[in-house]
């Protein structure tokens, strides 16, 4: 009697923890962000703004990710000032660029360049 009804009660818990834990996952979207490509011919780290707000920094070789709630999302890259010569940045701001992220979304963008500057370049998951 003692072992079922401690079964019952666990089990329960499972039941009580489920569906928060299933209604999280969809009330997001994945942004992977990955400067892995060489295409940056720099050795300098690069600063990601989001909503105009640092919230990353990468080197060569490097990724990072972010649970981004729904809707647009406004993007920017900038080298930032650091240890190597040549890397400081530059007086004119860089340009934005605004993505859209939907609920359960996994977009992942590599960093690339052009003769307007650095911008992100949409690219497969590749798992």
């Known amino acids: 009697m003692r072992w079922s ?3 019952f009660v666990g089990l329960l818990g499972l039941f009580a923890a489920a569906p ?3 209604a999280a996952g969809e009330d997001y ?3 992977i962000i990955s400067r892995e490509r060489l295409e940056v011919a720099t050795s300098c780290e690069i ?3 989001v909503q105009d707000q640092l ?5 060569q070789e490097q990724s990072t990710s972010f649970n981004l709630p729904p809707g647009k999302v406004s993007l920017r890259l900038k080298l930032l000032p650091g240890q190597a010569p040549g890397c400081n940045p ?10 859209s992220v939907r609920a359960g979304d996994v977009l992942k963008y ?10 992100l370049k949409p690219t497969t998951l590749g798992y």
């Open 110 to 119: 590599r960093i690339a360049m052009n003769a307007s500057g650095m911008y």
């Open 20 to 22: 928060p834990a299933m």
């Open 55 to 59: 919230v990353g920094r990468l080197f």
């Open 90 to 99: 530059g007086m004119l701001a860089p340009g934005s660029q605004d993505i």
């Open 29 to 31: 979207g994945v942004l």
């Open 47 to 49: 600063g990601l703004y």
């Open 5 to 7: 009804t401690f079964s």
